[in-house]
Structure formats: structure tokens, C-alpha cells
């Protein structure tokens, strides 16, 4: 498969596929890069997209730059890659997952995509903000002292739960499907179906799967649904 690298305002990506006038932009989640793309980039392929993924800040190329994979600088860069592909390509599609769909949320919301695919969506940071309160034994009075606690999961910080509480997702208009665990521990199934009688999406359940989708018997269920919806 044809994989071409570029460099979109400092951000390293990949073009996966021959040209196309239809693209799926590719956004990753924690701990993930843009190369985990391949397996979704030939699948799309085979049905005439085109793929371009990019590194979020602190994973893949850019590890070990100076910049924190926050909601600003998050939305920030889905911004500067959502111009360069909207320039480029007629017809837009989006895939994204976890952290990354809840950047997309916020960068995306009045993006004319002509539909999108969520794996493990976060669509409810607050939700996630305060099951970390209650796992680590945290308040929110302790947070607003000390501004930033770290935690096994990720950094807790005041700016950015201010931020979230400010900025519930109020908007989303493109077509959406959602792939869900039933064992996701971050977001629980009332959150994505509130999502979904908000915003109409279709929401595809795998009861026995995490938020990770990454056991041997999760593979087939991304296959079948990625073949589904691509």
C-alpha cells in the first residue's frame, strides 16, 4: 500500500492509498500514533479512501515534544489538519478514537464530514473526571488546591476540568457510528446513549469487550464492524 509522509504545521503524518478524491482522517487515542492506522487505512482503501493519520502531542514522533496532549493543544492541531485535508479532498469522512474523538468533538462540531466512526469514544469528559475522583480518592476542593494531581491514569488538572464543565458538547451534526464495550470502564453505556438520543448515533455494543478493544476476541468484532461502516 502506497504510504506517503508529511508535515502538516510542525505535525508528522501519513497519506495511506493511491490518490482519491474521498479521505477518512484518522485521529488516534492515548497511546496510540498515527501509523495504528494500517490496518483501518487498508480496509478503507479497499473501498477507495484514501487515509491521513498524524501524531497527537506527546505520542509517536512527537514524544518528546514540549507540549501537553490537552484539550487546547489537541483541538489546536485537529484544527490545523482538518484545514489542510478539507482543502484537499471533495469528500471527508472521520474516524476517531477514545481521547481522540473527544478532541474531535470540540474541533469538529461544525465540520462538514460526511459521516464519522467512534471506537471507544470519550463523549463525556466530566463523566470520566469524576469516576477518577472516586477511584483515587481525590475531591474536588483537594483539585482546586493544588491545581494538578497525578494519578495511574493520566494527570488530574483544575485548569482542565474548569475547561470541561464550561464546555459540554452541545453540538454534533454528522452521521455517527459508535462502537462500545460493555466492559469500557471510562464511559458508561447510559453516557454513550444519552450521546446517542442527543445527537442520533447508532451505537454497535460489544458486551464482552473493554474500552481497549485489544483481546484476540476483539479483533473480528472491529473487522466486522469497521467492513460495516467504512
Known sequence: MNVEKICI???PALIWGPESSKVYLWVHGKMGS???AEGFARLAVERGYQVISFDL???????HENKRCDIWQGAHD???IGDYVFA?????????????AYFSLHAYSGCPFSKCLFQSPIVDMNYLIRQMFLWFGVSE??????????????LLRWDYYQYVLSH???RWEIPTSILYGGKDDLQSLAVMQDFSQRFGAEITLSENSSHSFMEETDYPVVDRWLSGHI
Not at 502531542?57 to 514524544?63: D, F, L, Q, V
Open 9 to 11: 504545521q510542525g505535525i
Open 34 to 36: 498515527k501509523e495504528a
Open 57 to 63: 502531542p506527546m505520542h509517536g514522533e512527537r514524544k
Open 78 to 80: 485537529l484544527a490545523a
Open 88 to 100: 484537499a479532498w471533495k469528500n471527508v469522512s472521520l474516524y476517531a478514537c477514545s481521547l481522540g
Open 141 to 154: 476542593e483537594r483539585l482546586a488546591r493544588e491545581k494538578e494531581i497525578d494519578t495511574p491514569i493520566d
Open 168 to 170: 459540554p458538547v452541545v
